[in-house]
């Protein structure tokens, strides 16, 4: 493929994936971030996968997967904290924090903008439109959707761009390893669940924010999965300033007043270790679940990647891998036609299988956790 002058739409990781790799193919590359801080910080763990390995060992950072904590059993607990099943299935959980930075150092500088939203894409038959916030216009051979459910990119492709309620959320809490209480000490080395009829909830250690492993300087991550009501879901992302965010409430938000509610829900429904996890978080976030699949993921001059094609939900703990492998198989359509047109083709053809089937398998897991 020749020289191709190529947008990229989110800085996450899968539009840094895209980034890097292109850029090492020779094409003029930009990622556009419309966070203004960065995204440094807002990850726990995750779990490493094929075409992850595979991504990270073409960028030169193969190491990163090997950073990790391992949970050396599953444990189900029951109400009274009591063990209930043990199974001995290792598992290794990697930073997402480690993972990010050490990725987005290899990005070429001044190629990563942060504090820069595109407001919408306008697709033309030679080339599409990045319309930028500041009003600033930029022309792109190629744009790369990677911005998730919020995706500005995903209209261009899709007459139904909306995002579905799944019917619950995540609640999150990531806190360092020394604020558990002792009385929550089971939870620790092992990854540790309560499921029964309505309810249900897990945690695991995952390692510290640079990649530490050592005891006492990893972090605890635990999600409790609660069902909502589809009329209660935007009052549940109001934050305590009166503010309003469309899919999630980020760490710090919550109000006094819902966090104590929290916390006596929590020793309402759950066993005393995960009660005491939950009480030990000071800022727990909400993350909502939803659905999207796209009938489109790529046309002339726009390919979507990541959640901006798929959502998949947590359960499937495939996300990053998912994104890692519509961005290899991006790169590898590019690398094999000189056509723009055929390689993107060739891209949605072999990708929008991979992707429904990822995400019908998160919605039976959904199914089967409340």
Known sequence: MKRLRIRIVGGSLAGLFAGILLQRDGHDVKIYERSSSGLAGRGAGLVGQHDLFRILRAIGCEHVARVGVVAHERIF?????SVGETFRTPQTQISWDFLYSTVASHMAAGSYHIGQPVV????????????LADGRRENADLVIGADGLGSVV??????DPSNRFAGYVAWRGLIPETALPQEAAILLDRFAFYVTSGIHILGYLVPGPHGETGPGERRYNWVWYRPVAPGELQTLFIDADGRSFDYSLPRGALSEERLQTLRADAAAMLPPPFVKAIEAEPQ???????????AKIASAHTALIGDAAFVVRPHTAMGVSKAAGD???????????EDLSEALSRYQKERLLVGKNIADHGRRLGASAL
């Open 327 to 337: 961005t290899l198989a991006l790169r590898e359509a590019l690398l094999a036609s």
């Open 120 to 131: 919408q894409v306008i697709e033309g038959p030679e080339s599409a439109q990045l319309l």
């Open 154 to 159: 995903r209209p261009l492709l899709n007459e």
């Open 284 to 294: 727990p976030s909400i993350q909502g679940i939803f659905d999207f699949e796209a």
């Open 77 to 81: 607990l029951n109400r009274d904290g």
